[in-house]
């Protein structure tokens, strides 16, 4: 069976701390590990990774893929109280069009 | 603007009634998704279809039925098989690239069985 999970399911942060989110995945034909952001109701494209150990990188935040250990994280830096959300995880497959997700991490950030 | 519209915001229904959410796509994508989302479980796959006329189950598909008749409509009923529906229903479109697939959300259908 296909298992994205992520971790930590729930974190608070001061505004200006950096967090680092994670996500492994354990799934057959692999293809590639995306980020999203959910705030209120839509998720929102954050990232998607294909290759291991290219950053990709937008503002404060940072992720990159380890496909020899099967895990991603997500760097937020200089963390604003508009980063709060939860942040899912999904995995594409070789020849398939869904997308497995995590469970989402659930990030607060007090001023 | 494009984007995916869903209707309606929020439903309540009593235990025992069929009720259909509607999903609407401007982006010209070929592929449409219907995730549900329950507290601390993340988004799970109920259905998706690739192109008009033509849909696959999800890991949850049971309980609820589809239809792609037209490239920018995905209706998603919920029937009174499903036994706990009260949840979060999100749907989603892509161009359909297998596995590099970056889907777009619509904002989602909050529906509450009573």
């Known amino acids: 069976e296909d298992k994205v999970v992520q971790s930590p399911l729930s974190l608070v942060v001061h505004e200006g701390d950096t967090v680092t989110l994670n996500c492994s995945y354990e799934?057959?034909?692999?293809?590639?590990l995306l980020w999203y952001k959910q705030e209120k109701k839509a998720p929102t494209f954050l990232f998607m990774l294909?290759?291991?150990?290219i950053e990709k990188k937008s503002g404060r935040l940072s992720s990159i893929l380890d496909k020899k250990e099967l895990f991603s994280i997500l760097n937020i830096t200089a963390t604003q109280t508009g980063d709060s959300a939860i942040y899912l995880c999904?995995?594409?497959?070789?020849?398939?069009?869904?997308?497995?997700f995590g469970q989402g991490t659930r990030l607060t950030i007090n001023p | 603007d494009g984007g995916i519209t869903q209707s309606p915001k929020y439903l309540f229904r009593k235990e025992g009634q069929n009720v259909t959410l509607s999903c609407e796509q401007n982006l010209n994508h070929d592929a449409m998704y219907w995730y549900r989302q329950d507290p601390g479980q993340g988004l799970r796959l109920i259905y998706y279809?690739?192109?008009?006329?033509?849909?696959q189950k999800g890991d949850i598909a049971e309980g609820y039925s589809v239809s792609r008749e037209k490239k920018e409509s995905f209706p998603l009923t919920v029937t009174s098989a499903q036994k706990n529906p009260t949840a979060f229903y999100l749907c989603a479109s892509s161009i359909g690239q297998p596995g590099a697939n970056v889907l777009t959300f619509g904002a989602g259908s909050r529906l509450t069985v009573l």
């Open positions: 279809s690739q192109i008009v006329n033509d849909f």
């Open positions: 294909t290759s291991s150990g």
């Open positions: 999904a995995v594409g497959f070789q020849g398939a069009q869904k997308l497995v």
């Open positions: 799934v057959t034909n692999f293809r590639s």
